[in-house]
């Protein structure tokens, strides 16, 4: 019995540490809904309208709304690449991602056109229908987001819509709009518990024009509070953009239940933030009316934490706005220069690697000038900074200077050098894989840490997710799950080659269900699809550590605790609200209704979109055509290393098993495995130069030749 217990013990913690990753990842309580709190629910839209519109001046009525209401930034996501006004409001009607604009993209929206068949001529108040609306639907239900249009307007028994727009999101599926009007009357206010009111659009970035464009929806916006009637939620939304510049909007909700505070939904569990797809499902929670299926929507509430000065809140939000605004084009740019630089460094390592071993025999050649090689070394090592760099660099204000791109590259080459220093500095004296295990460690820290302190560096960051593409709001993002991963296994790997082989796969278990945790628990990275990848990675990773091949055994464990630990993530998921959930709780929920095809489609699309458009995708072929004709090759050293370091050979393994699933599963391609590259493979180089300078060292055994390579 003894004898057993101390051959499985490290296997049996090991597998305890899966199980605590696993508790770890106990669903939040479901957020407290909005209490019926109104008799009337009026939702005030104005096209392109954004917080650098509102100020105490030009729009008073706006600015009055935000001092006693809640607000936040609306994202105005649809199912559209550039969300037209259109297809905002039918966004709104429908609860979930919908098209309106027929026709191509093109980098301005083309005006609004509606047509609208009136019941009474134009008498307000009359009844209208929209002749279009079942060549809409079926449009809508076409796309795999499965959008129905109308079914705001079912939820309620009388919907009032006060211009074109508003009849887009008010009309039913069969294109009936219960009471209509071309332009504001009191008496319709309170004619329907439900009124939706078009106030025109804000367009262009002519700040002249657009003040203009603001006081006259502020003016409609002051007509509409002045005749609200008792008991009423009014809500003002800048509904969409109306260009290819995506921007962040303006969301107030002013009335009972919303007297300050910022707004917040659990579709994006981030203070400050909505989306357009929320606000259906808050008008029939307020008017306390059945609740369809939103899928990724939520009612809107308020939410403390907003400062007492109105203008200090707004100039968060304008702030934000412009963070975001310049995010896409400035994390485009760095991530293409990163892609460059690496391939470049790659090749330029080449002659060094094949020059690195040193003979134990008489020289034949000269060698490379050690300052060279400490140069190459201190280069690679800045490489795999690059991108946790440009995660830190968002402490400092960047996209507030005059160049924003100059700005950031900038602070991520100063937070580069002073990493790199530090790293070099450190590790100088040491071997092989000090410098790997290092990195990646510090890499994924600065990401824990970011989570642990509600990531607000990946929020519009460059190496984070934007809130105007709308697929992320809180937790881990894409690239911060990379470099988590990358610091689990390959950190792992570092602190496990210092203990004896069988006690490593309990180390690998160990900082594989920390990750676990940091990545999936619904309070920190909220990402259970990411949760899942790490398992399968870290169980591969766990049976490969003690060395040897990965026989048929040691799969079928790694496969049997990867599927135990996984459907434990997949089962505490479906225990999430809907909005909450990840794609993996989402694929099962639409398995068991018959509809995980349009879930199944979706990801597809995106994955073939990402691996298209992703200057990753470039990155991770290079890695892998350096990796087969360079680091393979005899003189390469990754096979030298790999046999030495074993724990090394395992972590790579699961970074790459954990990296891809993760891709394929959220629908990103190859952006975990491009993220994971970019700090990884530079100091994979790192090490191979390192072994290979070693590998005619006289030494007596294998194991004082490890002592050697890791002192």
Same mark, same amino acid.
């Given at each position: 019995m003894r004898q057993w217990l101390h051959r499985f013990a490290p296997a049996l913690l090991a597998l305890l540490a899966g199980l605590l990753g696993v508790a770890g990842l106990i669903p939040r309580p479901a957020a407290t809904p909005a209490k019926p709190a109104a008799d009337y629910v009026i939702i005030v839209g104005v096209a392109g309208l954004r917080w650098d519109d509102v100020n105490a001046t030009d729009t008073p009525a706006m600015w009055q709304m935000a001092q006693g209401g809640a607000i936040g930034a609306l994202s105005v996501r649809s199912a559209r690449r550039i969300t037209c006004a259109g297809d905002g409001w039918l966004t709104l009607g429908a609860g979930n991602l919908a098209v309106y604009t027929p026709g191509a993209v093109t980098p301005v929206c083309p005006e609004l056109e509606v047509p609208i068949t009136r019941d009474g001529g134009t008498r307000p108040?009359? /009844?209208?229908?929209?002749?279009?609306? =079942?060549?809409?639907?079926?449009?809508?239900?076409? $796309?795999? +987001?499965?959008?129905?249009?109308?079914?705001?307007?079912?939820?309620?028994?009388?919907?009032?819509? %006060?211009?074109?727009?508003?009849?887009?999101?008010?009309? &039913?599926?069969?294109?009936?709009? #219960?009471?209509?009007?071309? =332009?504001?009357?009191?008496?319709?206010?309170?004619?329907?518990?439900?009124?939706?009111?078009?106030? @025109?659009?804000?367009? /262009?970035?002519?700040?002249?024009?657009?003040?203009?464009?603001?006081?006259?929806?502020?003016?409609?916006?002051?007509?509409?509070?002045?005749?609200?009637?008792?008991? =009423?939620?009014?809500?003002?939304?800048?509904?969409? #953009?109306?260009?290819?510049?995506? &921007?962040?909007?303006?969301?107030?909700?002013?009335?009972?239940?919303?007297?300050?505070? +910022?707004?917040?939904?659990?579709?994006?569990?981030?203070?400050?933030?909505?989306?357009?797809?929320?606000?259906?499902?808050?008008? $029939?929670?307020?008017?306390?009316?059945?609740?369809?299926? *939103?899928?990724?929507?939520?009612?809107?509430?308020?939410?403390?934490?907003?400062?007492?000065?109105?203008?200090?809140?707004?100039? &968060?939000?304008?702030?934000a706005d412009r963070e975001a605004s310049v995010q896409r084009r400035v994390g485009t740019n760095f991530f293409q220069t990163l892609v460059v630089a690496q391939l470049l460094l790659f090749l330029a390592v080449v002659p060094l690697l094949r020059r690195a071993?040193?003979?134990?025999?008489?020289?034949?050649?000269?060698?490379?000038?050690?300052?060279?090689?400490?140069?190459?070394?201190?280069?690679?090592?800045?490489?795999? $900074?690059?991108?946790?760099?440009?995660?830190?660099?968002?402490?400092?204000?960047? +996209?507030? +200077?005059?160049?924003?791109?100059?700005?950031?590259?900038?602070?991520?080459?100063?937070?580069?050098? *002073?990493?790199?220093?530090?790293?070099?500095?450190?590790?100088?004296?040491?071997?092989?894989?000090?410098?790997?295990?290092?990195?990646?460690?510090?890499?994924?820290?600065?990401?824990?840490?970011?989570?642990?302190?509600?990531?607000?560096?990946? $929020?519009?960051?460059?190496?984070?997710?934007?809130?105007?593409? @709308?697929? &992320?709001?809180?937790?881990?993002?894409?690239?911060?799950? /990379?470099?988590?991963?990358?610091?689990?296994?390959?950190? @792992?790997?570092?602190?496990?080659?210092? *203990?004896?082989?069988?006690?490593?796969? *309990?180390?690998?278990?160990? %900082?594989?269900?920390?990750?676990?945790?940091?990545?999936?628990?619904?309070?920190? /990275?909220?990402?259970?699809?990411?949760?899942?990848?790490?398992t399968a990675g870290v169980c591969v990773a766990a049976a490969m550590a003690v060395g040897g091949w990965l026989t048929i055994t040691r799969l079928v464990w790694a496969a049997a605790a990867a599927l135990f630990v996984g459907s434990g993530f997949a089962i505490l998921d479906l225990f999430r609200p809907e909005e909450q959930r990840s794609s993996v709780g989402r694929l099962l929920v639409r398995t068991k209704d018959g509809t995980a095809g349009f879930i199944a489609r979706r990801i597809a699309e995106a994955d073939v979109v990402t691996t298209v458009t992703s200057p990753l995708t470039a990155l991770v072929l290079g890695c892998l055509l350096y990796a087969t004709f360079v680091l393979l090759r005899d003189w390469g050293g990754l096979r030298r290393l790999l046999g030495v370091f074993s724990p090394v050979r395992a972590a790579l393994t699961g970074l790459v098993v954990a990296c891809l699933l993760a891709g394929v599963v959220e629908g990103v391609s190859f952006n975990v495995l491009g993220a994971a590259l970019a700090t990884a493979l530079p100091l994979v180089v790192l090490s191979c130069l390192r072994v290979l300078e070693h590998a005619d060292d006289r030494t007596p055994a294998p194991r004082v030749a490890e002592e050697t390579l890791e002192s």
């Open positions: 108040g009359s /009844g209208a229908t929209l002749p279009d609306q =079942s060549e809409t639907v079926s449009r809508n239900r076409n $796309l795999h +987001w499965g959008a129905q249009p109308g079914a705001l307007a079912e939820g309620v028994r009388c919907t009032t819509a %006060i211009g074109p727009g508003a009849a887009i999101a008010a009309a &039913r599926p069969y294109g009936r709009v #219960d009471k209509y009007a071309e =332009s504001l009357d009191d008496s319709l206010l309170d004619a329907c518990a439900l009124t939706l009111v078009d106030v @025109g659009e804000i367009a /262009g970035n002519d700040p002249v024009a657009r003040a203009a464009d603001a006081r006259h929806a502020d003016a409609a916006l002051a007509n509409v509070l002045a005749a609200r009637p008792e008991h =009423s939620v009014v809500v003002l939304a800048g509904l969409s #953009d109306l260009d290819a510049t995506s &921007r962040l909007h303006v969301a107030i909700a002013q009335g009972p239940g919303y007297t300050g505070g +910022w707004l917040t939904s659990p579709s994006t569990s981030r203070p400050g933030y909505i989306q357009v797809v929320d606000l259906a499902p808050t008008a $029939l929670a307020l008017l306390d009316r059945p609740m369809p299926v *939103f899928a990724g929507a939520a009612a809107a509430t308020s939410d403390s934490g907003r400062p007492a000065d109105v203008t200090a809140a707004v100039n &968060r939000l304008a702030d071993r040193r003979p134990a025999g008489p020289q034949t050649r000269r060698p490379v000038p050690r300052t060279v090689v400490r140069a190459a070394e201190v280069l690679l090592i800045a490489a795999s $900074l690059a991108v946790p760099a440009a995660l830190v660099a968002d402490l400092l204000p960047w +996209w507030r +200077w005059p160049h924003p791109g100059l700005a950031f590259g900038g602070i991520t080459l100063a937070v580069m050098g *002073f990493a790199t220093f530090a790293i070099a500095f450190l590790t100088r004296r040491s071997r092989a894989i000090a410098p790997l295990g290092g990195v990646a460690a510090v890499a994924a820290l600065a990401v824990a840490f970011d989570v642990l302190t509600g990531s607000r560096l990946q $929020l519009n960051g460059v190496a984070g997710y934007s809130a105007v593409v @709308g697929g &992320r709001y809180a937790g881990v993002g894409v690239i911060g799950l /990379g470099l988590l991963v990358t610091g689990a296994l390959l950190g @792992g790997a570092a602190l496990a080659q210092r *203990f004896e082989r069988r006690w490593r796969p *309990f180390v690998m278990a160990v %900082i594989g269900a920390v990750g676990m945790v940091v990545i999936g628990s619904p309070y920190l /990275g909220a990402d259970a699809s990411g949760a899942v990848a790490l």
